[in-house]
């Protein structure tokens, strides 16, 4: 069974870091571009990060949202099966709930986790 489970958000001040976390299992991971997104009510979900598959002779390949390039890092643990996110210098604008999926879009979405920046 295909899931995307997401965690580690939460509330923090501008300037903070947290990091996010996405278990997937039911998919050959590996080998699959995954994408952390982002979704504000009213607005669509966008793309801010991607991590292409790994090898032997590739770490995977990363692309960045322009709004979030310098201060976000995707990176993964295919051993974990889990695509993880760290935002630092996080900014009130950053405030979103965060889900992760494939570079398709092709799975069922999770459940997000929400991340607010507020002082």
């Known amino acids: 069974q295909v899931q995307l489970v997401e965690s580690g958000g939460g509330l923090v001040q501008p300037g903070g870091s947290l990091r996010l976390s996405c278990a997937a299992s039911?998919?050959?991971?590996?080998?699959?571009?995954m994408g952390w997104y982002r979704q504000v009510p009213g607005n669509q979900r966008e793309l801010v990060a991607s991590i292409s598959s790994t090898s032997i002779m590739s770490v995977g390949s990363t692309n960045y949202a322009d709004s979030v390039k310098g201060r976000f890092t995707i990176s993964r643990d295919n051993a974990k099966n889990t695509v993880y996110l760290q935002m630092d210098s996080l900014k009130p604008e950053d405030t979103a709930v965060y889900y992760c999926?494939?570079?398709?879009?092709?799975?069922?979405w999770g459940q997000g986790t929400q991340v607010t920046v507020s002082s």
């Open positions: 039911g998919i050959f991971f590996s080998i699959t571009t």
């Open positions: 999926n494939t570079i398709n879009r092709n799975l069922n």
